[in-house]
């Protein structure tokens, strides 16, 4: 902090403790006898640096803007260290909520990748499902033809002679790659890969009922 005194004619407050003193726009300390003086020369001008002159009293009613002027600097100084240290507290803070940002966009794009896949694969095996389906199909129907379906004997000869050209070409046997632990589907799975077309002869038929798959 500085003593406080006139720029012009150096009279100190602590000395004079009336003197009244103003601060000009031009930052010169000027005492209201030396203002009056030069105001008789040239009211309008700083008698110090002949800058157009504005004053303001130096008191307790001076702006606050105005009044930090006279206050002991370091406390500013360990102000601008607070808000230094406040500001580059909270760009760190960004800095790093932003590097997480990227971090979870990254993990992001990871698990849609890893999702795409899934659906490819998905969507594979439900195309190779709908082949087996549709070969499971002929195939059931190419034995259902073959079953015999009536009780009398001249009915069981007609369909037992009809020619394999009638009922058309063997299919291929279907693949079974269901995952399922059912055993009745595995039993069913197993029936439809062991069995053949004379295994539904007249000699191999237990009842008179209708066979149905």
């Not at 009244?20 to 001008?45: G, M």
């Not at 800095?95 to 890893?114: K, S």
């Not at 000869?157 to 995952?179: A, I």
Request: proline residues 5%; contains cysteine.
């Amino acid at each position: 902090m500085f003593r406080l005194h006139c720029n012009k004619c150096y009279h100190l407050r602590s000395q004079e403790p009336t003197l009244a003193l103003n601060l000009t726009r031009c930052h010169h300390i000027i005492c209201a006898n030396c203002l009056e003086r030069s105001s008789l020369e040239d009211p309008k001008k700083c008698p110090l640096c002949s800058q157009p002159l504005q004053t303001i009293p130096i008191d307790r009613n001076m702006p606050s803007g105005m009044a930090q002027y006279f206050e002991d600097p370091t406390r500013f100084l360990k102000l601008y260290q607070k808000i230094s240290k406040f500001q580059g507290d909270q760009r760190t803070s960004d800095n790093v909520g932003f590097w997480q940002q990227m971090e979870r966009q990254r993990d992001l794009e990871l698990q849609l990748q890893g999702y795409n896949k899934i659906e490819m694969q998905l969507n594979q095996q439900i195309e190779r499902e709908k082949k087996r389906i549709e070969e499971m199909r002929k195939y059931i129907e190419y034995y259902e033809k073959a079953a015999p379906s009536g009780s009398s004997s001249s009915h069981r000869g007609r369909r037992g002679s009809r020619s394999s050209q009638e009922r058309g070409s063997r299919p291929h046997t279907p693949s079974v790659t269901t995952t399922t632990t059912d055993t009745s589907m595995e039993k069913e799975n197993n029936f439809f890969m062991d069995t053949t077309a004379d295994d539904f002869g007249p000699k191999k038929r237990r009842n008179d009922k209708n066979f149905h798959i």
